[in-house]
């Protein structure tokens, strides 16, 4: 049964930061380019971070670059997201996703999971 469990969502002030994880199982982990999206209330989903399966190749959107650090560790099957620098257009849903194929500009998701929420008070 594939999981993915996100964790370490919370509430900051804006400056600060949050460090989100994601516990990968019941696939191969290493397979996978691993993404953290995001759904801010009211709008869309919005790509934040991928990196590709070994890890060699990351990713940001343009509104969390220089911010966000990406990271995964294939040997313990988990995907880690360290976010500095918080702003309150942060606040939003986060979603730890696998996709087996596809890239950064096209990704092909197969996973998601539940998701941990992510506030940022001004």
């Known amino acids: 049964q594939v999981k993915l469990v996100e964790s370490g969502g919370g509430s900051v002030q804006a400056g600060g930061s949050l460090r989100l994880s994601c516990a990968a199982s019941g696939f191969i982990f290493s397979n996978y380019w691993m993404y953290w999206v995001r759904q801010a209330p009211g709008k869309g989903l919005e790509r934040v971070s991928g990196?590709?399966?070994?890890?060699?190749?990351?990713y940001y959107a343009d509104s969390v670059k220089g911010r966000f650090t990406i990271s995964r560790d294939n040997a313990k099957n988990t995907l880690n997201l360290q976010m500095n620098s918080l702003k309150p257009e942060d606040t939003a849903l986060y979603y730890c996703?696998?996709?087996?194929?596809?890239?950064?500009?096209?990704?092909?998701?197969?996973?998601w999971g539940q998701g941990t929420q992510v506030t940022v008070s001004s």
């Open positions: 996703v696998a996709a087996r194929s596809g890239s950064w500009y096209s990704p092909e998701y197969n996973y």
């Open positions: 990196i590709s399966r070994g890890g060699e190749s990351t």
